[in-house]
């Protein structure tokens, strides 16, 4: 069976510090892999989505950054945290091609102060 | 462009009332659709989905759905709630390697 790992589960980071987000998918090949923000009361927010190694689509123009340097790792990135970098992050798989579910992860709580 | 609204932003029952959430779609062929559940602080959970054939659709933890394309919903249902459904609803719509959230739907449960 697949399974989706996220790490940290929490984090608390000083505005202007850098962030790294962890996301890996166990019992799956060659995965859709997608990183959603939540903030306070809100819905979710496609940031970015890979079909591939080194492939990233970028949903939204922020300072966040996304890689995929392998076929089951994704991860979030940040040079500088903002405040309103502060939210519940998600990442999410699927099998590729089409229009299949998506799986997701335990999510990372940040909060930039 | 292919959209979901989830109209109600807040919903409270009472334990053992029976539940409907309603989900409106816009895509001009058939919908690819799915619910899922978001308990506080956890990631989503899948309930159910619907790609084609019977348009009622049976889901985990005993939620059901059914498809209307002349009324472009798909409402989710369960015939008694349960103090444990308190949380967060979404009904989402199949995109081309993506998917498309509603806002979400967050349920109370009166005991």
């Known amino acids: 069976s697949q399974t989706i790992h996220q790490w940290p589960a929490t984090l608390v980071q000083p505005v202007g510090s850098p962030l790294s987000l962890e996301c ?24 970015f989505y890979s079909v591939g190694i080194g492939q990233i689509s970028s949903e939204v123009p922020q300072n966040l950054s996304a ?18 970098d502060s939210g519940f992050y998600l990442c999410a798989w699927s099998r590729s091609g089409g229009y299949n579910e998506q799986f997701f992860g335990p999510g990372t709580r940040l909060t930039v102060l | 462009a292919q959209s ?17 959430l309603r989900c409106n779609y816009s895509y001009g062929a058939t919908p690819y659709l799915f619910w899922y559940v978001q308990s506080p602080g956890q990631g989503l959970q899948l309930l159910l989905k619907y790609f084609s054939g019977d348009t ?14 002349s009324q472009s919903s798909f409402n989710l249902r369960k015939p008694s ?29 009166h005991p």
């Open chain 1, 67 to 84: 890689s995929r340097p392998q076929d089951r790792q994704f991860i979030l990135s940040s040079k500088k945290l903002l405040l309103s």
């Open chain 1, 24 to 47: 890996t998918v166990e019992g799956t090949s060659n995965p859709n892999l997608y990183w959603y923000r939540q903030a306070a009361g809100r819905g979710l927010q496609l940031l």
């Open chain 2, 4 to 20: 979901v609204t989830q109209p109600d932003i807040h919903i409270t029952v009472s334990e053992g009332a029976s539940l409907e």
């Open chain 2, 56 to 69: 009622l659709v049976q889901g985990i933890k005993g939620f059901e759905a059914e498809f209307k394309r």
């Open chain 2, 81 to 109: 709630v349960h103090w444990s459904d308190a949380a967060e609803y979404f009904c989402a719509s199949g995109g081309y390697n993506k998917l498309i959230f509603g806002a979400g739907t967050r349920l109370a449960v």
